[in-house]
């Protein structure tokens, strides 16, 4: 917590990257079933139920409860592999735009935003 009773921009950040994508989980679920094993059952609920913890965290960061760091850590990290397969499906999809792709003939040593 700063001296001034303020939120760092970092928290802020956080918080709006939480509800935004919390609250797209709600509304467009089917964007993020793709991302859920087909292994586990109730895929389109895991989507809700993702969606609602991402705002509770973005409600707890917002309002500096204690728990909200370390919920919001342990959500990333249960979050992490379906994330990562949604960035190589769009390195391998031809259609996505060209600012989320690789460049091409890029190596893995290659500066990439």
């Not at 679920?29 to 973005?58: D, K, M, N, T």
Request: one cysteine or more; proline letters at 9%; a positive charge.
């Amino acid at each position: 917590m700063t001296t001034s009773g303020r939120l760092r921009r970092s928290t802020v950040s956080m918080v709006v990257v939480f509800a935004v994508s919390g609250t797209v989980h709600l509304v467009r679920p089917q964007v993020f079933e793709p991302l859920v094993p087909r292994a586990l059952p109730a895929r389109r609920s895991l989507v809700y139920a993702s969606g609602i913890a991402e705002l509770i965290c973005a409600g707890g960061l917002l309002t500096r409860r204690r728990w909200a760091p370390g919920a919001a850590t342990v959500l990333l990290l249960v979050l992490w592999p379906g994330n990562w397969k949604m960035a190589i499906d769009v390195q391998r999809d031809p259609r996505a735009r060209p600012v989320l792709r690789r460049p091409s003939g890029c190596a893995s040593r290659c500066s990439w935003p």
